[in-house]
T-cell receptor, first 108, second 112 residues
Framework: AQRVTQPEKLLSVFKGAPVELKCNYSYSGSPELFWYVQYSRQRLQLLLRHISRESIKGFTADLNKGETSFHLKKPFAQEEDSAMYYC??????????FGKGTKLSVKP | DTAVSQTPKYLVTQMGNDKSIKCEQNLGHDTMYWYKQDSKKFLKIMFSYNNKELIINETVPNRFSPKSPDKAHLNLHINSLELGDSAVYFC???????????FGQGTRLTVV
């Protein structure tokens, strides 16, 4: 089965606190994983993808094949990080399979 | 310069009507998709088209029909709209050389 699980519907932190948004996947083969962000009433935007191992807006994510995880992390959250975050897996037919999303709320 | 554009942005219509949502991409991508985002913000794939061929059709009612006149367009036609069709519909495109998908701004459909 190809599946993405984001266990937290809502994550609330204070500004400056570390953030970790969890993502686990199920996929036979070598996965391609992504994090997308959706700010209020806007389109989904790619935040980062595991193959490029980049850091965008201070966020990083490491693929852990042993734990089948691709958690998103940021050491110091900012208020402008408040958004919906979706972990996604590229399915065998090429489409993106999304997790149910985690709403991140960063309080001042 | 918008890469993936959808029209309209908002659509309010009565039950039983037929409506279409248009999507165009200028990225030269070979695959286009329609996703539905429900009131709980869940995103589910509805269709994808690759070189004018439907390659995914999830458990979507046949009232929904994608139409692709060419590689740059994938329109979504919905017949006999129902209350449960109210959602935000996102168009997206991708290319086999670039693995991520690019999304349109979404169409918020409200059926009353």
């Amino acid at each position: 089965a190809q599946r993405v699980t984001q266990p937290e519907k809502l994550l609330s932190v204070f500004k400056g606190a570390p953030v970790e948004l969890k993502c686990n996947y199920s996929y036979s083969g070598s996965p391609e994983l992504f994090w997308y962000v959706q700010y209020s009433r806007q389109r989904l935007q790619l935040l980062l993808r595991h193959i490029s191992r980049e850091s965008i807006k201070g966020f990083t994510a490491d693929l852990n094949k042993g734990e089948t995880s691709f958690h998103l992390k940021k050491p110091f959250a900012q208020e402008e990080d408040s958004a919906m975050y979706y972990c996604a897996l590229r399915g065998s037919q090429g489409n993106l399979i999304f997790g149910k999303g985690t709403k991140l709320s960063v309080k001042p | 310069d918008t890469a993936v554009s959808q029209t309209p942005k908002y659509l309010v219509t009565q039950m039983g009507n037929d409506k279409s949502i248009k999507c165009e991409q200028n990225l030269g991508h070979d695959t286009m998709y329609w996703y539905k985002q429900d009131s709980k913000k869940f995103l589910k794939i509805m269709f994808s088209y690759n070189n004018k061929e439907l390659i995914i059709n999830e458990t979507v009612p046949n009232r929904f029909s994608p139409k692709s006149p060419d590689k740059a367009h994938l329109n979504l036609h919905i017949n006999s709209l129902e209350l449960g069709d109210s959602a935000v519909y996102f168009c997206a495109s991708s290319d086999r050389r670039v693995t991520e998908a690019f999304f349109g701004q979404g169409t918020r459909l409200t059926v009353v």
